[in-house]
C-alpha cells in the first residue's frame, strides 16, 4: 500500500538520539548539506594555535621585557626573578621561591575568565567537545549533563574572573601607558610598539565590558530599567558591545598575541621598534 | 526566471517505520517550500500529512527539517537552493514521528504546563497596570514566539539524548520563565517563588551548554541565548553561586529566624 | 451500536482563536467543566494573524474618546446595518476586556505615562488600537493560552490532574452538533492523530470556529478557515445572517504568486503609509464617498498634517473604512492604472525612516523581506484586495451570544453575526472575540449548569454522523444517473474549483447573472463532491479531511451567493455592480439563511432550490438614546424616513 521508499527502514532499533525508536526512521545522522564542518573547525583550529603559542610564550620565561614595552602575558610579574622594568609592573608577593616562569601566576586569570566566557564555552564546546559541532548534526556522547553537575558547574563562577580581569585590564592599561617612554624612560615618546599595545588594550576593554556577566551586573539583573536610568543607559552601551562579543573575543585573543610577539621580537633583537618621535 | 522541475525526497511513514520518497515536482517563481509539499498533496499524494496554518510565518505551525535544517517549510523560498539541487524534507527528529511530517510534539506543551504562570500584584486591578516601555522591551522580544519549536528540536541536550526530557524544559520554556522574570509586574516573588532558582533546580537551565543553535534557528531572530538563557544563568548565579548575596540574605534572615 | 469513546462535559467549545478561548475561561471560572475542541495545534489559532490592534475606548492616546464615540464609529462602519445592541455591549465592555488580558500577563506597547499604548486605525475617530508592535493577535492568543495553562495549574494543585475541569482536545475536528429533541446534546468528533470517532456529551455548546475565507482564491485565511461553525449550526438548525457581507481587506500582498491574498496590516496605512497608482498619484481622494466627506481631508498637505495633529486636521483618505479602500483599488487597477503585478503601491519608504519603520512595523518587514524580496523601507509594496472576514455569520442574541432558535448553541467571534453589520472596522475583530466569547462562555456556563436533566445522545444519530465521515473512503461507484463506474473525485480539485467561483463569480464586485452562474456552478460541485474520495488511512489524513470540509464551505459559498444575489444594493462588503448605491430601504433588512431540509437530502443538485432557503426579517429599531448619539443629518443619509419619525 505504501509506495516504494528510495531509502526504507524500519523504526531505529532505539539507539539514542535522533534514533530513539519513537522518532522518524531516518538512517543518516543528520541531512546536512552544507559545510557545516567548517566552523567547528575553524575554531578549533585558532583556539589550538593560539593554545600553542601562549603555552610556549608562557613558559619560556625570557624576552618578555623590552624596554619600554612589556609582554601582557608577564603582567602584572609577580615573582622575584621578574626582570626589573623600570616603573613597570613588578610586584613581587610571590618573592624568591617561585621558580618557574612568572607568566603562569597572573595568567591563571585571564585564562579562566576566557575558559569561562559564554562565548568561548560555545566555541570549545563546539569546536573540541563536539558537543554538537553543528546544529542538527549529532554529538558522538552517549551521556550529556551539560553544566549541571562538577567539573563543568563550576562555569558559573565566570563573573569572579571577570572581576580579576578588570583588575588585569587595568595594569595592562598602565602598561600602556608607559609605553608613551622611550627606551631610556623618557616621557613623551612613541613607537610603533605603543600603537600595537593601545589597539591591544582597546581590544582587551572591549571584551572585557562585552562579557554576558558585566552585562547582567551593570543593569541586567534589574527588574525596572526605568528606575535607575543611569544603570539602564550602561546597560544599553554594554549590550551593543555584547552583539559582538564573539569578534571581541577573537580579536582581543589575536591582539594580545600579537602585542607578546611583538615585545619577543625586540627583546629577542630581530626587530627592532620604529619610533615615530 | 520561469518555472522548473525540482528533484525532492520527503520522509513518509509513520511510528512503524518509513523512508524517503522520491518526488519531481512543478516549481513556480517567488515559491517556498510549503508551496512545493502542498502541490505534492494536491497532484501526486493526496494523503501526505503536513502541519500548516497561516503560510506567512506567523504561526510556527509548518516545522519541518530541510537538507537537515530546522526551519519553517513556508519562510524557505526555493530561490535558496539550487535547480539540481535535491532537496530533502523530513519531520523533526528530536519528535516522536505520527506520519509523514508531522511529528507528536506534545513534549513541548506539557513543558508549558510545568512553568508557574504569571502571577499578579496584589492590589492592582484591571485598568491601573502602569508599565514602562524600557521595561516591557525585554519580555516583549521573548513575548515574539510562535512557537514552532524548532528551538526545542535543534537543542542537542534533548534531541541528542531521549532521557534529558525529563529534566530539560527547553530553550522555549526556559526562554518562557525568563520572560515571567523580567515581567516588571510579575509578583511571583511575593508567593516565595524564586523563578531563577527554579530556572536551574526545576527546569534543567544547567544542561543548557549555550551552544547557541537555539537562536541559530529562530525563525523569529529572537536572541533566546545572548537575552534570555544567559541572563537567567546569571541570575541564578546571583542567586546560588553569589558568597556576598548568600552572606546577605544570611544575615537578613536571622532576626526573623529568631 | 456506536463504539465511539463518549465523555461527559458541561460546555464544549469548538475552536480555540480568541473567542472560544475567552469563552473556555469564563465557563470554566464559572464552574463548568469545559472542553476546547480545535482543528489545528493549541496556540496556533488564525487568531495569531491579526496584527493592527484591539479596539477598545480607553483614551489613553486621545481623552475625548469614550465608548459613544466607539459605538458611532462602529455603526458608520457598518453602515448602520450592525445589531445596535451587540456594537453597544462592545464599545462598553472592550475597555474592561483589554484590562482583563493585563492581569493574565499580557504586555501591551505602552505610553509615556506607562499605560497601554493606542494607534489610529481605519474608520476610528482617535486612536484606539491597543497593540503589541504589529504582532498584536500573537499577544492575544498566548495571553489566552497560557491563562488556560494557569488555569489548568490551579485544578492540577487541588485535584491532581491538568485537565479534570478544563481541556484542550487539539487537533480534532467536530463534524456534526448532535441533538436531543430541539436542544443541544453534545458533539460529535474526530481525532486526526488516530483518524478515531469521539462524542462529547455537553449540554452547551459554544461555536467560535471563525470565518470562511478558504472558500475564496485569493485570502488572508488559513486553510482552517472553511466555515465549519457556520455549516455546523445550519445543519443543527440555526440560521445565518446576512452573509452577503463578506469583507475583502483592500491590502493583500499580490506578488509572488504563492503568497497572493497574504495580509498587509493595516497599521501600515494607521502609522502613514500611502496608496499610490503606477502615476505615482495618491488616488484615495478621488474615491471619499458623501456619507464621509465632512470626516476625511480633502488635499495631502492637509492629510499628512493629521498624523502629528489630529484634533485640528482630517484624516487622510487611506484610512477610510476598509470596503471604501478595497473598491478603491479595484476601481485603479480595473482603469489600468495598477501596479506590474496588478495591485496598486502601499508606500511607507518615503514617508518614515527606515529605523522606524523597521521597529514600527517588524513583521511586515520581515515578510516583505522573506517572501517578496521587497525591502519596505526602501520601495513600496504592490498590494491589493484579499478575502480577510465575513461579517455575516451564525444569528445569535445580542446579550448572551446563543443561536437563535437552537436552544444550548451559542456563538462567538467571527462565525457569529451581526456585530459588525456590512463592513467590520480594523481592530473590532479582536475586541468582538473578547467581549462576545467571554458572553458566550458565561451563559453557555449558566446554562449548562442550571438545566435539571442532562440531554440524551442519540446513538442514531452518532452512526450517521460516523458514516458520512467515512464516506470518502469508499467514494468509488456508480453515479446515479449513469451505470458506469466512475473514479473518485480528488478533493483537492473539487476545493480548486470552487475557490476560483466564489473568486470570480461572488468576489468584491458582483452581478445578478455571475452569481446565477455561481449557483449552478456549486450545484456541480456539490454533486461532485458527494463523490470525492481519498487515499490512505485515517490516521492524519489531509485529503479526507479536505474531504469533509468541502460539505461546509459549499453549505456557507451558496449562502453567500443566495444572499448577495437577494440584496440589491451595494453595501459595505457587498458590492453590486447592478446596483452600485446604497439604499436605505434595505437597512432594515436583515437576510436570513436555513437548511431547506434539516433531515437530510444533502443531495439536492438543483441550482434552483439548493439546500439553503433565504428569508427576509426586519431589523429591530436602534434605541432612541443610542440614535441620539449621531446628528440628523447623518442619520438622513442611512436611516429610511419611517424610522427617523419614530
Same mark, same amino acid.
Given at each position: 500500500?505504501?509506495?516504494?521508499?528510495?531509502?526504507?527502514?524500519?523504526?531505529?532499533?532505539?539507539?539514542?538520539?535522533?534514533?530513539?525508536?519513537?522518532?522518524?526512521?531516518?538512517?543518516?545522522?543528520?541531512?546536512?548539506?552544507?559545510?557545516?564542518?567548517?566552523?567547528?573547525?575553524?575554531?578549533?583550529?585558532?583556539?589550538?594555535?593560539?593554545?600553542?603559542? !601562549?603555552?610556549?610564550?608562557?613558559?619560556?620565561?625570557?624576552?618578555?621585557?623590552?624596554?619600554?614595552?612589556?609582554?601582557?602575558?608577564?603582567?602584572?610579574?609577580?615573582?622575584?626573578?621578574?626582570?626589573?622594568?623600570?616603573?613597570?609592573?613588578?610586584?613581587?608577593?610571590?618573592?624568591?621561591?617561585?621558580?618557574?616562569?612568572?607568566?603562569?601566576?597572573?595568567?591563571?586569570?585571564?585564562?579562566?575568565?576566557?575558559?569561562?566566557?559564554?562565548?568561548?564555552?560555545?566555541?570549545?564546546?563546539?569546536?573540541?567537545?563536539?558537543?554538537?559541532?553543528?546544529?542538527?548534526?549529532?554529538?558522538?556522547?552517549?551521556?550529556?549533563?551539560?553544566?549541571?553537575?562538577?567539573?563543568?558547574?563550576?562555569?558559573?563562577?565566570?563573573?569572579?574572573?571577570?572581576?580579576?580581569?578588570?583588575?588585569?585590564?587595568?595594569?595592562?592599561?598602565?602598561?600602556?601607558?608607559?609605553?608613551?617612554?622611550?627606551?631610556?624612560?623618557?616621557?613623551?615618546?612613541?613607537?610603533?610598539?605603543?600603537?600595537?599595545?593601545?589597539?591591544?588594550?582597546?581590544?582587551?576593554?572591549?571584551?572585557?565590558?562585552?562579557?554576558? !556577566?558585566?552585562?547582567?551586573?551593570?543593569?541586567?539583573?534589574?527588574?525596572?530599567? !526605568?528606575?535607575?536610568?543611569?544603570?539602564?543607559?550602561?546597560?544599553?552601551?554594554?549590550?551593543?558591545?555584547?552583539?559582538?562579543?564573539?569578534?571581541?573575543?577573537?580579536?582581543?585573543?589575536?591582539?594580545?598575541?600579537?602585542?607578546?610577539?611583538?615585545?619577543?621580537?625586540?627583546?629577542?633583537?630581530?626587530?627592532?621598534?620604529?619610533?615615530?618621535? | 526566471?520561469?518555472?522548473?522541475?525540482?528533484?525532492?525526497?520527503?520522509?513518509?511513514?509513520?511510528?512503524?517505520?518509513?523512508?524517503?520518497?522520491?518526488?519531481?515536482?512543478?516549481?513556480?517563481?517567488?515559491?517556498?517550500?510549503?508551496?512545493?509539499?502542498?502541490?505534492?498533496?494536491?497532484?501526486?499524494?493526496?494523503?501526505?500529512?503536513?502541519?500548516?496554518?497561516?503560510?506567512?510565518?506567523?504561526?510556527?505551525?509548518?516545522? %519541518?527539517?530541510?537538507?537537515?535544517?530546522?526551519?519553517?517549510?513556508?519562510?524557505?523560498?526555493?530561490?535558496?537552493?539550487?535547480?539540481?539541487?535535491?532537496?530533502?524534507?523530513?519531520?523533526?527528529?528530536?519528535?516522536?514521528?505520527?506520519?509523514?511530517?508531522?511529528?507528536?510534539?506534545?513534549?513541548?506543551?506539557?513543558?508549558?504546563?510545568?512553568?508557574?504562570?504569571?502571577?499578579? $500584584?496584589?492590589?492592582?486591578? $484591571?485598568?491601573?497596570?502602569?508599565?514602562?516601555?524600557?521595561?516591557?522591551?525585554?519580555?516583549?522580544?521573548?513575548?515574539?514566539?510562535?512557537?514552532?519549536?524548532?528551538?526545542?528540536?535543534?537543542?542537542?541536550?534533548?534531541?541528542?539524548?531521549?532521557?534529558?526530557?525529563?529534566?530539560?524544559?527547553?530553550?522555549?520554556?526556559?526562554?518562557?520563565? %525568563?520572560?515571567?522574570?523580567?515581567?516588571?509586574?510579575?509578583? %511571583?516573588?511575593?508567593?516565595?517563588?524564586?523563578?531563577?532558582?527554579?530556572?536551574?533546580?526545576?527546569?534543567?537551565?544547567?544542561?543548557?551548554?549555550?551552544?547557541?543553535?537555539?537562536?541559530?534557528?529562530? $525563525?523569529?531572530?529572537?536572541?533566546?541565548?545572548?537575552?534570555?538563557?544567559?541572563?537567567?544563568?546569571?541570575?541564578?548565579?546571583?542567586?546560588?553561586?553569589?558568597?556576598?548575596?548568600?552572606?546577605?540574605?544570611?544575615?537578613?534572615?536571622? $532576626?526573623?529566624?529568631? | 451500536?456506536?463504539?465511539?469513546?463518549?465523555?461527559?462535559?458541561?460546555?464544549?467549545?469548538?475552536?480555540?482563536?480568541?473567542?472560544?478561548?475567552?469563552?473556555? *475561561?469564563?465557563?470554566?471560572? /464559572?464552574?463548568?467543566?469545559?472542553?476546547?475542541?480545535?482543528?489545528?495545534?493549541?496556540?496556533?489559532?488564525?487568531?495569531?494573524?491579526?496584527?493592527?490592534?484591539?479596539?477598545?475606548?480607553?483614551?489613553?492616546?486621545?481623552?475625548?474618546?469614550?465608548?459613544?464615540?466607539?459605538?458611532?464609529?462602529?455603526?458608520?462602519?457598518?453602515?448602520?446595518?450592525?445589531?445596535?445592541?451587540?456594537?453597544?455591549?462592545?464599545?462598553?465592555?472592550?475597555?474592561?476586556?483589554?484590562?482583563?488580558?493585563?492581569?493574565?500577563?499580557?504586555?501591551?506597547? =505602552?505610553?509615556?505615562?506607562?499605560?497601554?499604548?493606542?494607534?489610529?486605525?481605519?474608520?476610528?475617530?482617535?486612536?484606539?488600537?491597543?497593540?503589541?508592535?504589529?504582532?498584536?493577535?500573537?499577544? &492575544?492568543?498566548?495571553?489566552?493560552?497560557?491563562?488556560?495553562?494557569?488555569?489548568?495549574?490551579?485544578?492540577?494543585?487541588?485535584?491532581?490532574?491538568?485537565?479534570?475541569?478544563?481541556?484542550?482536545?487539539?487537533?480534532?475536528?467536530?463534524?456534526?452538533?448532535?441533538?436531543?429533541?430541539?436542544?443541544?446534546?453534545?458533539?460529535?468528533?474526530?481525532?486526526?492523530?488516530?483518524?478515531?470517532?469521539?462524542?462529547?456529551?455537553?449540554?452547551?455548546?459554544?461555536?467560535?470556529?471563525? #470565518?470562511?475565507?478558504?472558500?475564496?482564491?485569493?485570502?488572508?485565511?488559513?486553510?482552517?478557515?472553511?466555515?465549519? #461553525?457556520?455549516?455546523?449550526?445550519?445543519?443543527?438548525?440555526?440560521?445565518?445572517?446576512?452573509?452577503?457581507?463578506?469583507?475583502?481587506?483592500?491590502?493583500?500582498?499580490?506578488?509572488?504568486?504563492?503568497?497572493?491574498?497574504?495580509?498587509?496590516?493595516?497599521?501600515?496605512?494607521?502609522?502613514?503609509?500611502?496608496?499610490?497608482?503606477?502615476?505615482?498619484?495618491?488616488?484615495?481622494?478621488?474615491?471619499? +464617498?458623501?456619507?464621509?466627506?465632512?470626516?476625511?481631508?480633502?488635499?495631502?498637505?492637509?492629510?499628512?498634517?493629521?498624523?502629528?495633529?489630529?484634533?485640528?486636521? =482630517?484624516?487622510?483618505?487611506?484610512?477610510?473604512?476598509?470596503?471604501?479602500?478595497?473598491?478603491? *483599488?479595484?476601481?485603479?487597477?480595473?482603469?489600468?492604472?495598477?501596479?506590474?503585478?496588478?495591485?496598486?503601491?502601499?508606500?511607507?519608504?518615503?514617508?518614515?525612516?527606515?529605523?522606524?519603520?523597521?521597529?514600527?512595523?517588524?513583521?511586515?518587514?520581515?515578510?516583505?523581506?522573506?517572501?517578496?524580496?521587497?525591502?519596505?523601507?526602501?520601495?513600496?509594496?504592490?498590494?491589493?484586495?484579499?478575502?480577510?472576514?465575513?461579517?455575516?455569520?451564525?444569528?445569535?442574541?445580542?446579550?448572551?451570544?446563543?443561536? /437563535?432558535?437552537?436552544?444550548?448553541?451559542?456563538?462567538?467571534?467571527?462565525?457569529?453575526?451581526?456585530?459588525?453589520?456590512?463592513?467590520?472596522?480594523?481592530?473590532?475583530?479582536?475586541?468582538?472575540?473578547?467581549?462576545?466569547?467571554?458572553?458566550?462562555?458565561?451563559?453557555?456556563?449558566?446554562?449548562?449548569?442550571?438545566?435539571? @436533566?442532562?440531554?440524551?445522545?442519540?446513538?442514531?444519530?452518532?452512526?450517521?454522523?460516523?458514516?458520512?465521515?467515512?464516506?470518502?473512503?469508499?467514494?468509488?461507484?456508480?453515479?446515479?444517473?449513469?451505470?458506469? *463506474?466512475?473514479?473518485?473525485?480528488? +478533493?483537492?480539485? &473539487?476545493?480548486?474549483?470552487?475557490?476560483?467561483?466564489?473568486?470570480?463569480?461572488?468576489? *468584491?464586485?458582483?452581478?445578478?447573472?455571475?452569481?446565477?452562474?455561481?449557483?449552478?456552478?456549486?450545484?456541480?460541485?456539490?454533486?461532485?463532491?458527494?463523490?470525492?474520495?481519498?487515499?490512505?488511512?485515517?490516521?492524519?489524513?489531509?485529503?479526507?479531511?479536505?474531504?469533509?470540509?468541502?460539505?461546509?464551505?459549499?453549505?456557507?459559498?451558496?449562502?453567500?451567493?443566495?444572499?448577495?444575489?437577494?440584496?440589491?444594493?451595494?453595501?459595505?462588503?457587498?458590492?453590486?455592480?447592478?446596483?452600485?448605491?446604497?439604499?436605505?430601504?434595505?437597512? =432594515?433588512?436583515?437576510?436570513?439563511?436555513?437548511?431547506?431540509?434539516? @433531515?437530510?437530502?444533502?443531495?439536492?443538485?438543483? +441550482?434552483?432550490?439548493?439546500?439553503?432557503?433565504?428569508?427576509?426579517?426586519?431589523?429591530?429599531?436602534?434605541?432612541?438614546?443610542?440614535?441620539?448619539?449621531?446628528?440628523?443629518?447623518?442619520?438622513?443619509?442611512? &436611516?429610511?424616513?419611517?424610522?427617523?419619525?419614530?
Amino acid at each position: 500500500m505504501r509506495p516504494k521508499l528510495a531509502t526504507g527502514t524500519e523504526p531505529h532499533p532505539n539507539s539514542g538520539g535522533v534514533r530513539t525508536g519513537t522518532r522518524a526512521a531516518i538512517a543518516a545522522p543528520h541531512l546536512r548539506t552544507d559545510r557545516w564542518w567548517l566552523a567547528p573547525a575553524a575554531t578549533a583550529a585558532g583556539l589550538l594555535a593560539f593554545v600553542v603559542y !601562549s603555552t610556549w610564550r608562557a613558559f619560556a620565561d625570557a624576552r618578555y621585557y623590552a624596554a619600554p614595552y612589556v609582554s601582557p602575558f608577564y603582567s602584572p610579574c609577580l615573582a622575584e626573578r621578574c626582570h626589573t622594568m623600570h616603573a613597570g609592573p613588578n610586584a613581587p608577593v610571590f618573592g624568591s621561591w617561585w621558580g618557574i616562569s612568572p607568566a603562569i601566576i597572573i595568567l591563571i586569570f585571564p585564562l579562566g575568565f576566557r575558559l569561562t566566557c559564554y562565548y568561548y564555552r560555545k566555541a570549545y564546546y563546539r569546536g573540541f567537545w563536539l558537543s554538537p559541532p553543528a546544529c542538527a548534526v549529532p554529538e558522538p556522547h552517549r551521556k550529556y549533563t551539560g553544566e549541571t553537575r562538577l567539573p563543568l558547574i563550576l562555569q558559573n563562577v565566570h563573573r569572579y574572573f571577570f572581576y580579576a580581569a578588570l583588575l588585569v585590564a587595568g595594569v595592562l592599561t598602565y602598561d600602556t601607558v608607559l609605553a608613551f617612554r622611550d627606551e631610556n624612560y623618557r616621557w613623551g615618546h612613541m613607537g610603533l610598539g605603543t600603537v600595537v599595545f593601545l589597539v591591544n588594550i582597546l581590544l582587551i576593554w572591549a571584551y572585557t565590558l562585552s562579557c554576558h !556577566s558585566c552585562r547582567h551586573i551593570v543593569g541586567g539583573r534589574l527588574k525596572h530599567f !526605568s528606575r535607575h536610568p543611569v544603570r539602564y543607559r550602561a546597560w544599553g552601551v554594554v549590550s551593543r558591545l555584547n552583539d559582538r562579543h564573539m569578534q571581541l573575543a577573537w580579536a582581543s585573543l589575536v591582539s594580545v598575541a600579537l602585542a607578546d610577539f611583538y615585545v619577543f621580537l625586540l627583546a629577542s633583537g630581530a626587530f627592532t621598534d620604529p619610533r615615530f618621535f | 526566471m520561469s518555472g522548473y522541475e525540482a528533484r525532492f525526497k520527503v520522509w513518509r511513514g509513520d511510528a512503524g517505520g518509513g523512508g524517503l520518497e522520491d518526488f519531481k515536482v512543478e516549481v513556480n517563481e517567488g515559491e517556498v517550500v510549503l508551496d512545493i509539499i502542498h502541490r505534492l498533496q494536491a497532484t501526486q499524494a493526496p494523503d501526505l500529512a503536513v502541519r500548516w496554518n497561516c503560510k506567512a510565518g506567523k504561526c510556527g505551525s509548518c516545522s %519541518a527539517e530541510i537538507n537537515g535544517r530546522p526551519r519553517l517549510m513556508c519562510m524557505t523560498r526555493m530561490s535558496v537552493f539550487d535547480r539540481d539541487e535535491t532537496i530533502t524534507v523530513t519531520p523533526l527528529r528530536a519528535f516522536p514521528v505520527i506520519r509523514d511530517l508531522v511529528t507528536d510534539v506534545g513534549f513541548n506543551y506539557q513543558k508549558a504546563r510545568e512553568i508557574p504562570a504569571f502571577v499578579p $500584584p496584589a492590589g492592582l486591578g $484591571p485598568g491601573e497596570y502602569r508599565m514602562q516601555q524600557e521595561d516591557v522591551d525585554r519580555p516583549q522580544e521573548f513575548r515574539k514566539c510562535i512557537e514552532c519549536f524548532l528551538c526545542q528540536d535543534t537543542c542537542h541536550v534533548v534531541r541528542d539524548h531521549e532521557d534529558n526530557k525529563q529534566a530539560f524544559a527547553g530553550p522555549r520554556f526556559l526562554m518562557r520563565v %525568563a520572560e515571567l522574570d523580567m515581567h516588571p509586574l510579575d509578583a %511571583a516573588s511575593d508567593t516565595g517563588l524564586d523563578r531563577s532558582r527554579t530556572a536551574q533546580d526545576e527546569h534543567g537551565l544547567g544542561y543548557c551548554n549555550i551552544t547557541k543553535c537555539c537562536t541559530e534557528v529562530c $525563525p523569529e531572530g529572537i536572541k533566546i541565548t545572548d537575552n534570555a538563557l544567559i541572563p537567567l544563568k546569571e541570575r541564578a548565579v546571583d542567586r546560588k553561586y553569589d558568597p556576598l548575596v548568600w552572606l546577605g540574605s544570611k544575615i537578613r534572615r536571622r $532576626p526573623s529566624g529568631g | 451500536m456506536s463504539m465511539v469513546d463518549r465523555q461527559e462535559w458541561d460546555v464544549v467549545v469548538v475552536g480555540a482563536g480568541g473567542a472560544g478561548l475567552r469563552a473556555a *475561561i469564563e465557563a470554566r471560572e /464559572r464552574g463548568a467543566r469545559t472542553a476546547v475542541i480545535c482543528k489545528s495545534l493549541f496556540g496556533k489559532a488564525h487568531t495569531v494573524m491579526a496584527e493592527g490592534g484591539i479596539a477598545a475606548a480607553m483614551g489613553n492616546a486621545n481623552p475625548h474618546d469614550n465608548w459613544q464615540v466607539h459605538f458611532r464609529d462602529t455603526m458608520r462602519g457598518g453602515k448602520f446595518l450592525n445589531q445596535w445592541r451587540m456594537a453597544e455591549l462592545h464599545a462598553r465592555e472592550a475597555p474592561d476586556r483589554v484590562w482583563e488580558l493585563e492581569t493574565w500577563g499580557a504586555l501591551f506597547d =505602552r505610553t509615556k505615562d506607562g499605560r497601554i499604548s493606542q494607534r489610529n486605525f481605519g474608520g476610528h475617530e482617535y486612536p484606539r488600537l491597543a497593540h503589541v508592535g504589529d504582532r498584536t493577535g500573537l499577544e &492575544l492568543i498566548r495571553t489566552l493560552q497560557q491563562k488556560i495553562v494557569a488555569l489548568q495549574q490551579e485544578d492540577k494543585k487541588e485535584t491532581g490532574d491538568y485537565e479534570s475541569r478544563l481541556k484542550v482536545f487539539q487537533e480534532c475536528t467536530v463534524t456534526r452538533v448532535l441533538k436531543d429533541g430541539a436542544r443541544v446534546s453534545g458533539v460529535f468528533a474526530y481525532e486526526r492523530e488516530s483518524g478515531r470517532f469521539f462524542v462529547l456529551e455537553a449540554p452547551a455548546v459554544v461555536i467560535a470556529t471563525g #470565518g470562511i475565507g478558504k472558500s475564496f482564491k485569493v485570502t488572508s485565511n488559513s486553510w482552517e478557515y472553511t466555515g465549519d #461553525g457556520h455549516a455546523l449550526a445550519l445543519l443543527t438548525g440555526a440560521e445565518l445572517l446576512n452573509m452577503e457581507f463578506v469583507q475583502f481587506h483592500p491590502t493583500g500582498m499580490v506578488w509572488p504568486p504563492s503568497v497572493k491574498g497574504i495580509l498587509v496590516t493595516e497599521s501600515v496605512r494607521g502609522d502613514g503609509g500611502v496608496l499610490r497608482n503606477s502615476d505615482g498619484k495618491r488616488f484615495m481622494f478621488d474615491y471619499i +464617498p458623501d456619507v464621509f466627506k465632512e470626516k476625511y481631508a480633502e488635499s495631502e498637505e492637509e492629510g499628512d498634517r493629521w498624523y502629528d495633529d489630529p484634533d485640528h486636521n =482630517r484624516r487622510p483618505p487611506e484610512l477610510l473604512p476598509r470596503d471604501e479602500v478595497a473598491r478603491a *483599488i479595484n476601481a485603479e487597477v480595473k482603469a489600468g492604472r495598477g501596479s506590474p503585478h496588478g495591485g496598486v503601491f502601499l508606500d511607507v519608504s518615503t514617508r518614515m525612516p527606515a529605523e522606524v519603520i523597521r521597529r514600527r512595523l517588524p513583521s511586515m518587514y520581515h515578510q516583505f523581506k522573506e517572501l517578496a524580496d521587497v525591502d519596505i523601507t526602501a520601495e513600496a509594496m504592490e498590494v491589493g484586495p484579499t478575502c480577510h472576514y465575513v461579517m455575516g455569520g451564525i444569528a445569535v442574541d445580542s446579550d448572551t451570544a446563543a443561536a /437563535r432558535g437552537v436552544p444550548g448553541l451559542y456563538a462567538a467571534g467571527e462565525v457569529a453575526g451581526g456585530m459588525h453589520g456590512s463592513n467590520r472596522l480594523g481592530g473590532n475583530s479582536l475586541s468582538d472575540l473578547l467581549v462576545f466569547g467571554r458572553r458566550a462562555g458565561l451563559h453557555a456556563a449558566q446554562y449548562a449548569t442550571g438545566s435539571a @436533566t442532562r440531554p440524551r445522545v442519540d446513538d442514531a444519530q452518532v452512526d450517521s454522523a460516523a458514516a458520512e465521515a467515512l464516506r470518502p473512503f469508499s467514494a468509488e461507484g456508480p453515479a446515479p444517473s449513469e451505470g458506469e *463506474i466512475r473514479p473518485p473525485e480528488n +478533493p483537492y480539485t &473539487l476545493h480548486q474549483e470552487l475557490q476560483q467561483t466564489m473568486n470570480d463569480l461572488v468576489g *468584491i464586485i458582483r452581478r445578478e447573472s455571475e452569481m446565477e452562474q455561481a449557483l449552478k456552478k456549486l450545484a456541480e460541485l456539490r454533486g461532485r463532491a458527494r463523490r470525492a474520495g481519498v487515499e490512505g488511512h485515517r490516521q492524519f489524513n489531509p485529503g479526507w479531511h479536505l474531504a469533509l470540509d468541502l460539505r461546509n464551505m459549499l453549505l456557507v459559498s451558496e449562502c453567500v451567493a443566495r444572499a448577495a444575489l437577494e440584496r440589491t444594493e451595494s453595501r459595505g462588503g457587498h458590492t453590486r455592480e447592478d446596483f452600485p448605491t446604497m439604499d436605505r430601504t434595505w437597512r =432594515r433588512i436583515n437576510l436570513l439563511c436555513r437548511l431547506t431540509d434539516p @433531515t437530510g437530502g444533502l443531495a439536492a443538485t438543483d +441550482p434552483v432550490r439548493g439546500q439553503i432557503t433565504l428569508s427576509r426579517e426586519t431589523t429591530e429599531p436602534i434605541r432612541p438614546d443610542l440614535l441620539a448619539l449621531f446628528e440628523k443629518e447623518e442619520l438622513v443619509k442611512y &436611516l429610511a424616513e419611517e424610522e427617523l419619525c419614530e
